[in-house]
């Protein structure tokens, strides 16, 4: 991730990742608070590759299990799987950060 008010760039770990889900975070230079932009070709990027792993997973379970509630819970546990990783990822290297207003640093 890159600062938008110094231009630090850092890498995003899985522990800031799951205390800041709704990407609001803090540069580890400057400690400005700031946050990541949302686009619709993010959201069409991670809704498509969840439709397209839920998809054939959801049937293969149902297949296999005979049970619907076994794909259910088996599907969105490989979807967990596969898309946690890929957001963190995005949220990483293509999202864009965009400070908070009004910024404080954090204490
Ligand atoms: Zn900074």
Redesign the pocket.
Known sequence: MK??????TFALTWKEYFLEIWGRHS??????R?KLSYSWLYLAITVLIALIIAGPATFLIVRWTHSRVMAAVGSLVIVLVVLLPLDRWLDDHWRKSMLLKPNKPES
Not at 3 to 8: A, G, K, L, S
């Open positions: 600062c938008p008010h110094c231009n630090h540069c580890v230079a400057c400690k400005c700031f």
